[in-house]
């Protein structure tokens, strides 16, 4: 779920598999690139991931729970996975609207993100609200959280 690989780049991540329905970008690097798409089953992987980075993913997918639930799978057992989601319920009013920037279609409560979180077998802590991370080339609007989400590992 690398997109163009602006993160990457900023914090100079030089080898990383990239999963995205676009498929390979202009990145230098040593950089694996997979076309797939999110929201069916992800493809196999020979290997369990140390860190997994979701960026402005999710509430984009009908269906993000699936998703996430594949990504407890593929990651280590230490491993942690960071995602930035908007912490507000979805305007139905705005929905339809010809707008690129207003195509979420889940959006969930900060209490929701959580718990939803929770359900899937993580143990999620707020990173940071508002912007992504500090001193990077990301910036997010108000609404904006990111969470840094560890696997329970006993259920």
Same mark, same amino acid.
């Given at each position: 779920?690398?997109?163009s690989g602006g993160f990457l780049k900023y914090h100079n991540i030089q080898d990383a /598999? ?38 402005? %993913? ?18 280590? /057992? ?9 912490? %507000?319920?979805? /305007? ?15 959006? !969930? %409560? ?7 979180? +929770? ?16 001193? %990077? ?6 609404? !904006? ?6 696997? +329970?590992?006993?259920?």
């Amino acid at each position: 779920m690398g997109g163009s690989g602006g993160f990457l780049k900023y914090h100079n991540i030089q080898d990383a /598999d990239i999963l995205d329905i676009g498929g390979k970008e202009s990145l230098k690097g040593n950089y694996n690139f997979i076309k797939a798409d999110i929201t069916k089953k992800l493809p196999n992987f020979d290997k369990k991931f140390k860190t997994i980075f979701i960026m402005e %993913t999710l509430e984009h997918i009908k269906n993000p729970l699936y998703l996430m639930a594949q990504v407890y799978d593929l990651l280590e /057992d230490e491993g942690i996975c960071y995602i930035s989601i908007p912490y %507000t319920k979805l /305007d139905y009013a705005r929905k339809n609207q010809k707008n690129i920037y207003n195509c979420h279609v889940c959006r !969930w %409560t900060e209490k929701e993100i959580l718990n939803q979180m +929770r359900k899937v077998g993580f143990i999620p802590q707020i990173v940071q609200k508002k912007r992504r991370f500090k001193n %990077t080339a990301f910036w997010l609007p108000p609404c !904006w959280l990111v969470l840094e989400l560890r696997k +329970r590992l006993s259920h």
